[in-house]
């Protein structure tokens, strides 16, 4: 019969695949906006822009893209709990993680306009609240998770710096100065919110060796 440590790490292992998949999903995402949006800037136009409301294959991209990435994202995050050490507070942090996807999600249901501008349609309003609650409660999130009991402190220390990675990516890509080059701006912050999901294989419980007598 197993030991409890060796079901412990096959049950680490076996959110890899899930981890490999979200990111692959994420990067094909971007590659598939460059093949089927006519003049899509990946430096300076934002990911939510793929979807944008009077674009070439809008709608089309927030359902095989946008949808699918979300549930993937929620899939992992729900299936990953029953192993996390997260307990009060650090449990918060695990709950806010689902903004990213919900972003996601929500980009396809409120689409942004062309140009993601700050005043717009009603949907471009919807999708204006959406993404300053995503960044800034996943931010709020990954830095509740470092508070996650028996955690190492390079994990803790890691987590504090992606979280002002979000932060400060939100913000720069939102100031003006920083019109073409905020898409790449945007796509350095996502990879900071992938990396948080791949740091969660750090906060799984420890596994344990069987004592025998």
């Known amino acids: 019969m197993p030991s409890s440590a060796t079901r412990t790490e096959d049950k680490q292992q076996g959110y890899v695949p899930q981890l490999v998949i979200l990111t692959l999903f994420w990067l094909g995402l971007q590659l598939v906006a460059s093949w089927v949006k006519p003049g899509f800037d990946h430096t300076a136009q934002y990911i939510s822009e793929i979807n944008a409301t009077g674009t070439p294959n809008a709608g089309v991209l927030g359902w095989v893209g946008f949808i699918p990435l979300a549930m993937v994202a929620f899939s992992l995050l729900v299936s990953i709990r029953g192993q996390l050490r997260v307990r009060w507070i650090s449990h918060l942090g695990w709950l806010l993680l689902f903004l990213w996807p919900v972003g996601y999600l929500l980009s396809a249901l409120a689409p942004c306009d062309a140009g993601c501008p700050a005043d717009g349609s009603s949907s471009q309003a919807i999708h204006n609240v959406v993404t300053v ?5 996943f931010a709020l999130g990954t830095l509740l998770l470092a508070l996650t009991p028996a955690t190492k ?18 913000l720069l890509m939102k100031e003006p100065a920083m019109a073409e080059i905020r898409g790449a701006v945007q796509r350095y912050t996502e990879l900071a919110q992938l990396a948080v999901f791949w740091i969660l294989l750090f906060l799984t419980e420890k596994p344990t060796q069987e004592v025998r007598l």
């Open 153 to 170: 402190w390079p994990v803790r220390v890691a987590l504090v710096l992606l979280s002002v990675i979000v932060v400060l990516g939100f």
């Open 133 to 137: 609650l995503s960044y800034f409660g």
